[in-house]
């Protein structure tokens, strides 16, 4: 298999990112559908920061690059991916309280764990997520969405990284549509490090029941029709060997 990596290249990762940079591995259980060939490096981030650095590392030296949040939404080539799969593994987590409490995480975090977490301190407005697989980068990225709730209803900012540095992206300039964003058009090259999510305070009670319901609704759904099928949309997300 040709590889696209300089040497230069994978000792610079390697200076810097230590036993996160691995070579030649499959990312077949990265991903639901549980199928997929090698990605010549993978990099596993755990925090925005790191996530930064590494990017710019592969601007630096224009390396092919794919995101992977938490691949539920990705159908990987048996021939794999040439160049570097990021792995979003950046899970931090604050609480903002008070009248109009919000949560600011980082795109790595599991998004289920969230509606959950949310749902346990008796902060509506996730619970349409619960059974949303895959991290919050990925639902930014993608304007996930179920029952009556998808991203735009909940999304203050996200905090993305373009060429030009750290930016925050507003609701509005997200231009979401259904499961669809400004990133996912393409109309602006971005990686999602973090976003901030807007919460409502009710019951702990009622949260989690609204939660409960949630699920209930859908497990049904997801085992007759959808099992671990990725949506229609994937086809925009397909890795492509090159
Ligand atoms: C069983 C099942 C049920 C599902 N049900 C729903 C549902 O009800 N509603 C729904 O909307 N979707 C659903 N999906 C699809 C999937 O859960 C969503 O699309 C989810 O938001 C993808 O997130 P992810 O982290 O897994 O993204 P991935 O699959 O890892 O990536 C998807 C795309 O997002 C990009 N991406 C990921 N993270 C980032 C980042 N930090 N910055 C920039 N780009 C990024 C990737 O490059 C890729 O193009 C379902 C999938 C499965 C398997």
């Given at each position: 298999m040709m590889m696209t990596t300089t040497a230069p290249f994978i000792d610079v990762l390697r200076l810097h990112f230590g036993d996160a940079v691995q070579e030649n591995i499959s990312l077949a259980p990265y991903t639901s559908a549980r199928i997929g060939g090698p990605a010549d490096i993978l990099v596993t981030v755990k925090s925005a920061d790191e996530f930064a650095a590494v990017m710019k590392v592969i601007w630096d030296y224009g390396m092919p690059y794919y995101i992977l949040g938490g691949g539920s939404n990705v159908l990987v080539s048996d021939k794999g991916v040439r160049g570097v799969v990021v792995l979003d593994r950046a899970k931090e987590v604050q609480f903002e309280n008070g009248d109009q409490p919000t949560v600011k995480c980082e795109a790595g975090v599991i998004f289920s764990n969230l509606a959950n977490r949310c749902a346990s301190k008796g902060?509506?407005?996730?619970?349409?997520?619960?059974?949303?697989?895959?991290t919050v980068g990925g639902a930014v990225y993608g304007n996930a969405g179920a029952f009556d709730g998808d991203m735009s209803h909940n999304l203050i900012w996200a905090e993305v990284l373009t060429l030009n540095g750290r930016v925050k992206l507003s609701v509005e300039q997200m231009k979401y549509g259904y499961r669809t964003s400004v990133l996912k058009r393409g109309e602006i090259n971005a990686i999602v490090l973090s976003a901030m999510l807007r919460l409502k305070i009710q019951q702990k009670r009622k949260c989690l029941l609204k939660l409960m319901n949630s699920a209930n609704a859908e497990r049904p759904r997801s085992r007759l029709v959808r099992a671990w099928v990725p949506c229609s949309k994937t086809l925009q997300a397909i890795m492509r060997a090159v």
């Open positions: 902060l509506a407005g996730l619970e349409w997520a619960a059974t949303v697989p895959g």
